[in-house]
């Protein structure tokens, strides 16, 4: 009894505030750690793919325009080493393809730029897709054969068209092959399948025998400007643009990306695109990094 009427009604309404005083300090501060924790972790983040970025462009860029440079050097001093006809032409067509790939480089990141802006739109019509899928695989039979990767075909020749934008259609596809034939060492495989889909749309698929990827790696890879091996070794250069440009434009185009991958098994990449009267579909791309990147829109006419 003395215990009870030494702490009364009031004494223990004191200290309940007080305990609850205390109780949403520590809340309060372990909030305040863990927002400043998280920022720590997005500035160490975002320094990291600064870094990552700027050492990759820095060779994206360097590379082409010493060839650009090299061998202009040599054509402008043809007077003191007399050059034959066909260095010449050998000279010519290596300062092209450097400018070529320079030109490409830039366009990407141009692209991702507007994308990440909400400013990239794309002009859609009515297209026969598997024009477009057979131009793509021609543009890239030439770097095949001389990597010694086998090149197939295989398009349903009754496919739907589709409504969307030619290039832009042709640079998703172009993307993959492209990709596809680069990882893939000599004796391997490229297959390119496009079939109709259950919902009267479109699936195409780009199937390769290379390296492969883990499901963090292929997280990696469809991330701007991160790349699966992002050391200055890695077997093949690239800006990491492609995959997450193939990926946006076909959301902008209403339909999807997906990877499929394994460790020294090979990759299979696919791309559904929706029929071309269900164009309610076409929705914004969404970057994987929101971090980094904001949620682009896009503007179909119909």
């Known amino acids: 009894m003395m215990l009870s009427g030494a702490v009364g009604p009031s004494k223990q309404s004191s200290l309940m505030a007080e305990y609850s005083s205390l109780?949403?300090?520590?809340?309060?501060?372990?909030?305040?750690?863990?927002?400043?924790?998280?920022?720590?972790?997005?500035r160490e983040l975002a320094s990291q793919v600064k870094s990552q970025f700027i050492a990759n462009m820095s060779h994206e860029l360097?590379?082409?325009?010493n060839t650009v440079i090299g061998f202009a050097k040599l054509i402008g001093e043809h007077q003191q080493r007399p050059l034959k006809a066909e260095e010449v032409v050998e000279y010519a067509d290596l300062i092209r393809d450097a400018a070529t790939h320079l030109l490409a480089v830039l366009n990407d990141i141009l692209d991702i730029s507007k994308m990440q802006s909400g400013k990239y739109t794309i002009d859609a019509r009515e297209v026969a897709l598997d024009e477009i899928l057979q131009v793509s695989a021609?543009?890239?039979?030439?770097?095949?054969?001389?990597?010694?990767v086998k090149l197939v075909c295989d398009i349903d020749p009754e496919l739907p068209t589709v409504k969307g934008d030619p290039a832009k259609l042709h640079r998703i596809f172009a993307n993959l092959i492209s990709n596809a034939v680069r990882f893939t060492p000599s004796g391997g495989s490229v297959s390119l399948m496009a079939r109709p889909s259950e919902d009267g749309g479109v699936a195409v698929t780009v199937r390769d025998t290379g390296l492969g990827m883990t499901s963090g790696e292929i997280a990696v890879a469809l991330t701007p400007f991160a790349q699966v091996d992002s050391s200055r070794?890695?077997?093949?250069?690239?800006?990491?643009?492609?995959?997450?440009?193939a990926k946006a434009l076909a959301q902008l185009h209403g339909g999807a990306l997906t990877i499929r991958s394994e460790r020294s098994r090979g990759t299979e990449v696919t791309v559904r695109l929706p029929s071309r009267f269900d164009v309610?579909?076409?929705?914004?791309?969404?970057?994987?990094?929101?971090?980094?990147?904001d949620r682009t829109?896009?503007?179909?006419?119909?």
């Open 23 to 42: 109780l949403a300090e520590s809340v309060l501060r372990h909030k305040a750690w863990l927002a400043e924790h998280q920022a720590r972790i997005e």
């Open 280 to 293: 309610s579909q076409v929705g914004s791309w969404e970057s994987p990094d929101a971090t980094l990147f």
């Open 233 to 245: 070794a890695r077997w093949r250069d690239g800006t990491g643009l492609g995959l997450p440009i």
């Open 138 to 148: 021609a543009t890239f039979g030439q770097a095949a054969l001389e990597a010694e």
């Open 62 to 65: 360097r590379t082409p325009l």
């Open 297 to 302: 829109r896009r503007t179909l006419p119909t």
